[in-house]
T-cell receptor, first 114, second 112 residues
Framework: DARVTQTPRHKVTEMGQEVTMRCQPILGHNTVFWYRQTMMQGLELLAY????????DSGMPKDRFSAEMPDATLATLKIQPSEPRDSAVYFC????????????FGQGTRLTVV | AQSVAQPEDQVNVAEGNPLTVKCTYSVSGNPYLFWYVQYPNRGLQFLLK??????LVKGSYGFEAEFNKSQTSFHLKKPSALVSDSALYFCAVRDFNNDMRFGAGTRLTVKP
């Protein structure tokens, strides 16, 4: 059963620390999305990639967030330095090419910055 | 840029009654529309999509959605609600930019 895998599932860290979240997209999917979910803002699109190339990362705070795809099986989202306002659930999703293709979501990483 | 709006934060229905969760969209060009459901502490699960063709789309768990181009709407429906349908529902749209953007979500509560 193909699925998107995110690690870690939960992360508690102190303000100022670096946080790295990882995502393994479904094999064969060439589009990867990163979302952040909070009660106040809902689901925000942070960045997305197609064929490992970043297409848009305008949703991310550039000074502290970075997203990469070192290879087709791994996407990473880093926050450095982390702040309490970054506390949220971060979701990765992947899709096959084509606008009519649905995205499949991972279980999310729940980040708490204290 | 494309967007979707879900005008209701909360929808309450009694078990066995029909339910509707509303969504309107704004896109340049053809819309590619999706519905997802989220249960507590879980990721989003795909329910159904509209790409082209019939305006009434059928999906998982007995859900369906009606695409209305003139009203730019894509409302989610189910003829008979179950208590287990209680969850958070999201409408989403993709356009030529290839991204996928979501509405604010609607919390559906089905009461016994």
């Amino acid at each position: 059963d193909a699925r998107v895998t995110q690690t870690p599932r939960h992360k508690v860290t102190e303000m100022g620390q670096e946080v790295t979240m990882r995502c393994q997209p479904i094999l064969g999917h060439n589009t990867v999305f990163w979302y952040r979910q909070t009660m106040m803002q809902g689901l925000e699109l942070l960045a997305y990639f197609r064929n490992r190339a970043p297409l848009d990362d305008s949703g991310m705070p550039k000074d502290r967030f970075s997203a990469e795809m070192p290879d087709a099986t791994l996407a990473t989202l880093k926050i450095q330095p982390s702040e309490p306002r970054d506390s949220a659930v971060y979701f990765c999703a992947s899709a096959q090419g084509g606008l009519g293709r649905e995205a499949f979501f991972g279980q999310g990483t729940r980040l708490t910055v204290v | 840029a494309q967007s979707v709006a879900q005008p209701e934060d909360q929808v309450n229905v009694a078990e066995g009654n029909p339910l509707t969760v509303k969504c309107t969209y704004s896109v340049s060009g053809n819309p590619y529309l999706f519905w997802y459901v989220q249960y507590p502490n879980r990721g989003l699960q795909f329910l159904l999509k509209y790409i082209t063709g019939d305006n009434l789309v059928k999906g998982s768990y007995g859900f369906e959605a009606e695409f209305n181009k003139s009203q730019t709407s894509f409302h989610l429906k189910k003829p008979s609600a179950l208590v287990s349908d209680s969850a958070l529902y999201f409408c989403a749209v993709r356009d030529f930019n290839n991204d996928m953007r979501f509405g604010a979500g609607t919390r559906l509560t089905v009461k016994p």
